[in-house]
Structure formats: C-alpha cells, structure tokens
C-alpha cells in the first residue's frame, strides 16, 4: 500500500462555534475515530491537531487542520511531507458533502472538488486530485433542500439540530469502520462494501463507485 505513514485527515473550521455544524462533518468523523481508539486529537502538528493510534496492525496519523476550511492544503501538504506519506495510498480525507443526503456517505479514490473549498484547497496543495476520500452526506430534507442551498455558506455553517445531530451520529460510526477497513484492506474493498445503494434506492442491485 506504499510507503510512508498513513493519514487520515478530516476537514472542518477550528472554534467551538463550528464543532456541530454540517461542514465540520469530517471533524466529527476524526473525533470519533479518537475516541474509539481512546486517544485525544490534541497534539500540534503541521498546523493541524493530531493523534497517533494503531489500526489494523498499522500505525496511522488522525488530523484536524487547524487552518479553516478554506486553506486546509497548506496543513495536508505540510503532513504528507513531514510524515513521508506516499500518495494516493497512504491518505485518506473526510469531509462533507452537500449534495448527498444526510445520513449517507460515499468513498471515492479521486475526483474534482465539485465545489468543496476545503476538498479545492487539498488538491491545491498536494497537486494532484489523486487522493482517496469518504464524502459525508449533509443535505437537508427534500422539503429544505432548495432553502438550504439558496442559503449555501450560511446552512453548513449553523450548528445542526437535534435531529439531525441524531441523523449523523450512525454514520460517523460507519466512517470509523470504512476507514479501519481503507487501513487493512485498500479503497475498492471499502468501495464495494460501503457504496451500495439503500435497499429501497435499488433492490440488490452492484454496489455504486
């Protein structure tokens, strides 16, 4: 799987006013990874928060960057060089996504940022969108969806409800287990494991990629 340590960054904006809003999706993914692993991401590190812990028999590197959203490359490219990470096999980013809806989650091993400023940010600074990604669905209800995209910047921004907090909290437990088995056993099989469309969405039909 190449060489290096391997990485695992989530995406979001540092301060308490951030922590449970929509586009802190990949903070909270790392948080709970954490806390699985008993570990606290509290140690200052390229600009970032982090936290070593043993997954799958490998040592891996938990991230927060530290530098907002929109400039999170400037942390990811000072991680990837410092810990001699070998890309794309050895990181992985979490991060939110708009366009899926809440409560589900996508793995993909490269593509454009679609949008994200802190996906944007990423390829910038490691040149290339050659690297491995779980997107984290926030979309709202059918109902909002309209009223939340006119709103944009400002609804992944404003902490979520109780709802939706309880909507979110299954699938961070399904990226801690996508991301131990990236770790073990390479993104395809992740792929194929965590990309299937819901039963109802299309029967048994292949898993989406």
């Known amino acids: 799987m190449g060489g290096g340590a391997f990485l695992v960054v989530g995406l979001g904006n540092p301060g308490i006013e951030y922590q449970f809003t929509p586009h802190n999706a990949g903070f909270l993914a790392i948080d709970r990874i954490a806390g699985e692993c008993n570990v606290e991401v509290i140690n200052r590190r390229c600009r970032a ?35 001699d990470t070998e890309l794309p096999g050895n990181l992985l980013v979490v991060y939110d996504e708009l366009d899926l ?3 589900k989650l996508r793995i993909r091993e490269r593509g454009s940022p679609a949008g994200h400023n802190g996906a944007r940010s990423v390829s910038g600074g ?7 990604r779980i997107r984290i669905g926030v979309g709202p209800d059918p109902g909002m969806k309209e009223e939340a995209f006119r709103r944009g910047k400002d609804y992944l921004l404003t902490p979520m409800g109780k709802r939706d907090l309880t909507a979110i909290d299954p ?15 390479g993104i395809t099989a992740a ?10 969405e299309s029967g048994n039909g292949p898993a989406e990629k």
Do not use: C, H, Y
């Open 191 to 200: 792929m194929n494991e965590f990309n299937r469309r819901d039963p109802e």
């Open 101 to 103: 809806p809440l409560g």
């Open 49 to 83: 928060l982090t936290a070593r812990v043993q997954m799958a028999g490998r040592e891996v590197i938990l991230a927060k960057p530290e530098t907002w959203m929109n400039l999170s490359g400037l942390s990811v490219g000072d991680l990837v060089d410092e810990l």
């Open 171 to 185: 699938v961070l437990d399904r990226v801690a287990r996508a991301v131990e088995m990236v770790v073990a056993k």
């Open 126 to 132: 490691l040149g290339t969108d050659e690297w491995w």
